[in-house]
């Protein structure tokens, strides 16, 4: 039995029990697949934890379904990252959506996932999903003004997510994005990235007229506080109405949630 | 440099760059000051993480706060555990409180707070506050009737404070409260600690009319998911009012947080 460890900064770690590890290299990173004894099995991407079995439920509800009922009618959505397939999973619960478009970099994460996680990936092969190989930047640029919701299941800002936090990309993600349309990206822990998280709305605040910051609790992340934001240029946010999830086969996200989506703790508040 | 870490389960845990250890043995348990570089000066009990100087503040403001503005005009409150000071230093900051009770069992446990925690510990010396050192349980049955708020600040369910979290425990804090009176208990963590934590809202369930279960996000603490129950057997909990927080000094509790405090995920719900 072996123990693997993610440092979320150089002085605090989560330290998981695993059974089994398997290892890739691929184009763009390491990939790793544990089996741990708590949280099932786990995605780890660079030495970072992406997934588990678990607790992936959290992550994947709610970066998808706040902007999805958000959204007026969505039909056609766009996820940025996300190989794994569960926010696909999610997105495709709205039956108003006739078309994903998935822009995965690395195609190794797709095949890894639908080999080992396929509670996650399973609806990969759904036909209203396509799936491109290709660097998010250099898509942006291929559709403009085409989607209803776009939604950046991206990695970590380093490396070669960088550049994805940055002020330009969200500008191509507004102009991909339909006029009444709406973005949402993952935006790191405000406690432990405090940084990153200023960074990535600030940006975004940049480009878009309306902006909103939720949280979600994320225990295999760091701090176990998790930052979306949500932003769209023409259509308000804050107007949350009531909405009925009762067919969504849902184990986080729920209508409270939604009607409190924006509540955040005063020290959060106070960093954007 | 060494690290520390607490074992969540046997499976999970957090790790902890430190600089500098300080270890005690008090009467009833190992008492440790670890100097961390992420989170400052953190108090460990036999081995579990009780506070730090860089979190405590989520702890404390969410366990006294709901309670205190949910009482109509607190006087006379009951910190039971809690020798660190933390929650008194919360509690006296509501106008209405002219008498606070602490009923710790250790008294190292205060002389250590008061030694190398001063921004945590300094109200203890508050002509307010009256500190008993005494077990809980001997000490309610003396003091019947007494409390508009009773705070279980109460180390995990485990050796000593395993008798706090039973019907027969509650019904003592039960007996303890005036009519109109208001308890609320830290309950551990949903998603790690799943049986305590229904065990504990059952047992509150047995004893009091009116039951609501709220969460934090407490990164230092297992999963980040904090959860906390309120229990009254004759106010309505869930009449949250409009509150006004303006002159506490409050960093982490405010109205909006107030307002949707029962607010759960859904797999949360469905465990109580």
């Excluded at 990252?81 to 195609?107: A, Q, Y």
């Excluded at 640029?141 to 490396?159: A, H, L, T």
């Excluded at 308000?236 to 209508?255: E, G, M």
Aim: with cysteine; charged share 25%.
């Amino acid at each position: 039995m072996i123990w693997f460890t993610e440092y979320w900064t150089d002085n605090v770690g989560i330290t998981f029990k695993v059974k089994e590890v398997k290892k890739i290299k691929s184009k763009y990173q390491e990939i790793a697949v544990l089996d741990t004894l708590e949280f099932g099995r786990m995605l780890v991407l660079d030495g970072l934890v992406q997934t588990t079995e678990k607790d992936e439920f959290i992550y994947h509800e709610m970066i998808s379904h706040p902007a999805l009922f958000l959204a007026k009618n969505p039909e056609k959505v766009l996820v940025i990252g996300g190989g794994d397939g569960g926010t696909i999973r999610e997105v495709l619960k709205h039956p108003s959506v006739k078309e994903v478009h998935l822009c995965e970099i690395d195609e190794e994460v797709i095949f890894i996932a639908e080999k080992y996680f396929p509670s996650i990936s399973f609806q990969l092969k759904n036909p209203k999903v396509k799936i491109f190989i290709e660097d998010g930047n250099d898509f942006l640029e291929e559709n403009k003004n085409s989607y209803d919701v776009i939604i950046m299941d991206n990695s970590d800002p380093i490396g070669a997510s960088e550049v994805l936090f940055k002020e330009e990309f969200y500008q191509k993600v507004k102009n991909a994005l339909k006029k009444d349309g709406i973005m949402v990206a993952q935006t790191e822990s405000p406690i432990l990235q405090t940084k990153y998280f200023q960074n990535a709305v600030r940006e975004i605040k940049k480009v878009f007229r309306n902006v909103g910051v939720y949280l979600a609790f994320i225990p295999t992340y760091p701090s176990g506080m998790w930052s979306f934001t949500i932003a769209s240029e023409n259509v308000d946010i804050f107007n949350l109405k009531d909405i009925d999830i009762k067919n969504l086969d849902l184990k986080y996200f729920n209508k409270e949630i939604f009607k409190s989506l924006y509540t955040l703790p005063t020290f959060v508040k106070n960093l954007i």
